[in-house]
C-alpha cells in the first residue's frame, strides 16, 4: 500500500513550525510495514489541493491540518468536494462541538458547523481535545484520512488509524523494540552483521537519538518476533535499559525504588542537568532528596571537603576531584548511592592535556566508589548531555551489578 | 519568486529523521520575502526525481540530500541530467577529497569522484565539514539549488545561497528582530492590532516557543524597519530580552559578568533545570559558583535552615517557604544575587488548594527578598521548564531594576 502524506499549512512552508506530525506517522506506519511513498506540504489554496490530488496515484492519502474553525481552514470540506461523495452533518458530533464551546465559555460559531460534515460512508476520529474530529473514507480504492495538525489531537487518532489499516489489509504485524545505552548505532551496526540475516522475517531497525538509540522489531511472526528480540536480548543485554516505552532515568528512578534506595549526585561541567533529569521523572522524589552543583573550586572545598592538594595537584578535572566529590557526597547525605560528574564542556577552557570533552566520573555504592574517564565529541550542549546519559549508565550498570 | 523544497531520503519518509531542513531553509527564504510554495520528500529513486520536476513549476528549486558517496547518493547527477546542461569535474575539489580521505585516514573510492561533478555555469558551494559541495545553477529561468542533508554542512551553504539570492534579485531586504519573554503570543497579537496597520512596509512575525517568542521585522527599507522596531521597543521593551541570536540565559550571565555578580540558586521542583540553564552558558562560571537541589524536606532544613514551622505551618510550596530558600542561600554562599523555586511539577501531589502547576519563586538582591507566585500549564515538563524561565526572567528584571 503506497502511501502520501500531505501536510497543509502555512507554519510549515514558512518554517515556524517544523513538521513532526510527518515523522509520528510515517513512523507507526513502517512499523505496520507499510511504506510512505511521498510526502508533500502545501498552502491552504483550493487550486493546491486540487493540483496535488490530481498529481498523486498512492493508495493511502493521510492529510494533516485545515481542520480548525476559520475560515482559512479548508481541508476537510475541500477533499471531500474532490472525491465527489455524499455528506451528511453528524448531529452527535454538532452537539458534542456544542459542548465543548460552553464548557470553555465561548460562542459557537457558525464557521463551527462545517466541522460535523462527514462523508455518508466514513470512520469518525473523535477529538477529545479540540473541536476537529478526523475522518477516514473509502473511494474507488484510495483511502482517505484527515487528520487535525496539533500533535495530542492527531496522535490518538493515528493510533485508531493503524487499527483500521491492520483490519482492513489482515495485517498480522507484531512489533516491539529496545532501547539502548552505551552503544553507538555503528558498533551495533557492525556487530550486527549477520544478524538480520538470521531472522529474514523479522524487520530490525535502528533509530539514534543523542547517546541512545532503540531497535524497533516487526514480524507479521509472533515467534519469529519472540526468537530474534531474545537472541538480541542475550547479546545486547547489557546495553539493553528498557522497552520503547521507557526513559533511562524513568528506569533508574523505577530500580532506586523497587530497592529502597535513595541517590544524590555532584556536578561540576553539567551543572545541573543530572539533577534535572532524574527530577522529571514524576514519583523521583522517593529515591532523590538533594543534590549540589559545585561549579567553583571553592564550593568544592566547601560542600564535599575536597582536598587543596588535589585541586592543586591534580586539578578539579580528575579522576581524583571526581573520586573525592562522589565519596564527599556519600559522606554528608544519606544517600545509597552517588554519582559525581567534573569534566570540561568547552568550546574554550581546554588543554592538550585536558582537552574539551574530558569528563571524569565518580561513582560510591556499597562504601566502594570507582571512577571513569570518558571523551566526548560535539558541543557544550552536546558534551554535557552525553555526560549525563553515561552517569545515569553508570547508575543502572551498578544498580543492575554490572 | 515562486520556491519548492525537494527533501530526499528515506529516513524522514520512514520517520528516522524529523525534517529540520526545511523548516531552516524556509525560515531563511521567508525573512528575505521569498516564499515556500510547496515542499516535497521523496525517495531516492531516479524516476521519483523525474516525476516530481516534471510536475512542479516553481522558480527556484531546492534539494536537499543524496549527495554523499555511496551508489544511492544520485541527487547530483540526477538533477545534473534532468536539466540537460554541461557539465565537468573540477579538479581543485576532487583535491580537496582527496585530501579530506587522506585527513580521515580512509582511502578514496571511485564513487567520490561524481561529487566533484558540476554544471558548467554554476557556483560551487563550499563544505568544510564533509566530502559533499552544494551548487546553485541557472537554467532556463529556473534557479536550482542542491544541499548536502548534514544541517551543519547544510546551514553554511544556505546563508550563500541567501546572499545569491538578495544579489540576483536585487532584494534589499533588511530583516532583524527581537526575543520576548514573560508575555505570550495571543495577548501580543490582541496588543499589536492596529501596530501592524501603521507599518504597512515592514513585515513583523511572531514565532512562538516554550515560555518565550521571538518577532522577526523584514523590510525593503532600513529606515521604516528601525521605525517600527523603536516604537515596538517602547512598547515592549519590559519583554525584550535580546536580539535574535541571543539567549535568556546568555543574556543574564552576560548582565551578571558586567556587573561582576555572583548568582546562586536553589530548586525544587525544577530538580537543577535552573542550574542548568545557566550552566550551559559557556563563560558561566565567573558568575556561577555553586547550586543546590533541595528536594526534601529534609534538605531543606539542612542546607538552609528553613524553620520546620514554616515546612509544617504553610509547607514546602508556599511564598514563605521560597522566601526562607532565596535568604537561607544567599545567608550561605557569597551570591550576589539568589533565586529559590519550589512547586508542584505533577502530575501527581496536586491539592485543590495546591494544585499541580503552582510554583513559588524568591529571588534575593540588595538585601531584600521578593516572592513570586504563578500557575504554569503543561505538563511535568512544561511546567518545570516554563517554571526555569519565570525564574530566568525575574534575574533579569531585576538586573536591570525593573
Redesign the interface.
Known amino acids: 500500500m503506497k502511501t502520501a502524506i500531505i501536510t497543509v499549512g502555512k507554519e510549515?512552508?514558512?518554517?515556524?513550525?517544523?513538521?513532526?506530525n510527518?515523522?509520528?506517522?510515517?513512523?507507526?506506519?513502517?512499523q505496520i510495514g507499510i511504506?510512505?511513498?511521498?510526502?508533500?506540504?502545501?498552502?491552504d489554496k483550493v487550486e493546491?489541493y486540487y493540483e496535488?490530488l490530481d498529481?498523486i496515484n498512492e493508495d493511502l492519502v493521510i492529510f494533516t491540518g485545515g481542520l480548525g474553525p476559520t475560515i482559512d481552514d479548508i481541508t476537510r470540506e475541500t477533499v471531500i468536494k474532490y472525491f465527489g461523495v455524499d455528506t451528511y452533518i453528524n448531529n452527535e458530533i454538532l452537539a458534542g462541538i456544542k459542548t465543548y464551546f460552553d464548557h470553555i465559555g465561548l460562542e459557537m460559531k457558525d464557521t463551527n458547523n462545517k466541522q460535523a460534515l462527514f462523508p455518508k460512508k466514513s470512520i469518525i476520529l473523535e477529538n477529545k481535545l479540540g473541536t476537529a474530529p478526523g475522518v477516514i473514507f473509502e473511494n474507488n480504492g484510495t483511502t482517505i484520512v484527515i487528520f487535525p495538525e496539533p500533535p495530542p489531537e492527531m496522535l490518538p487518532m493515528l493510533d485508531k488509524l493503524i487499527e483500521y489499516l491492520k483490519e482492513r489489509l489482515d495485517i498480522k504485524l507484531f512489533s516491539r523494540g529496545f532501547r539502548l545505552v552505551g552503544t553507538g548505532e555503528s558498533t551495533m551496526e557492525k556487530s550486527l552483521t549477520g544478524f538480520y540475516d538470521l531472522h529474514p522475517n523479522v524487520n530490525i531497525?535502528p533509530?539514534a537519538g543523542i547517546g541512545e538509540i532503540k531497535y524497533i522489531f516487526t514480524s507479521n511472526s509472533e515467534d519469529d518476533l519472540d526468537k530474534a528480540m531474545e537472541e538480541f536480548y542475550a547479546k545486547y543485554s547489557g546495553f539493553i535499559y528498557g522497552n520503547l516505552d521507557d526513559t533511562l532515568e524513568g528506569v533508574i528512578v523505577g530500580l532506586l525504588a523497587k530497592n529502597k534506595m535513595i541517590i544524590s549526585v555532584v556536578?561540576s561541567?553539567?551543572?545541573?542537568?543530572?539533577?534535572?533529569s532524574?527530577?522529571?521523572v514524576?514519583?523521583?522524589?522517593s529515591v532523590?532528596?538533594?543534590?549540589?552543583?559545585?561549579?567553583?573550586n571553592?564550593?568544592k572545598t566547601?560542600?564535599l571537603d575536597i582536598s587543596l592538594d588535589t585541586l592543586n595537584t591534580y586539578g578539579a578535572v580528575s579522576s581524583k576531584c571526581a573520586l573525592e566529590m562522589s565519596k564527599g557526597l556519600s559522606n554528608k547525605t544519606n544517600a545509597d548511592i552517588t554519582v559525581s560528574i567534573t569534566g570540561i564542556?568547552?568550546?574554550?577552557g581546554g588543554t592538550p592535556k585536558k582537552p574539551v570533552g574530558l569528563v571524569y566520573f565518580g561513582v560510591t555504592f556499597n562504601g566502594e566508589t570507582i571512577t571513569h574517564k570518558k571523551m566526548f565529541n560535539g558541543n557544550?550542549?552536546m558534551i554535557?548531555k552525553r555526560a549525563t546519559i553515561f552517569a545515569l549508565n553508570l547508575v543502572r550498570k551498578q544498580l543492575n551489578g554490572k
Chains 1, 2 share one sequence.
Open positions: 510549515v512552508l514558512t518554517g515556524k513550525t517544523i513538521n513532526t510527518l515523522t509520528s506517522i510515517a513512523s507507526k506506519l513502517n511504506d510512505v511513498n511521498r510526502s508533500f506540504v502545501i498552502d493546491e496535488i498529481f531497525a533509530y556536578e561541567c553539567t551543572g545541573g542537568m543530572l539533577a534535572s532524574i527530577t522529571n514524576s514519583g523521583s522524589s532523590f532528596h538533594e543534590s549540589i552543583v559545585t561549579y567553583s571553592e564550593a566547601k560542600y564542556a568547552g568550546p574554550t557544550r550542549y554535557r
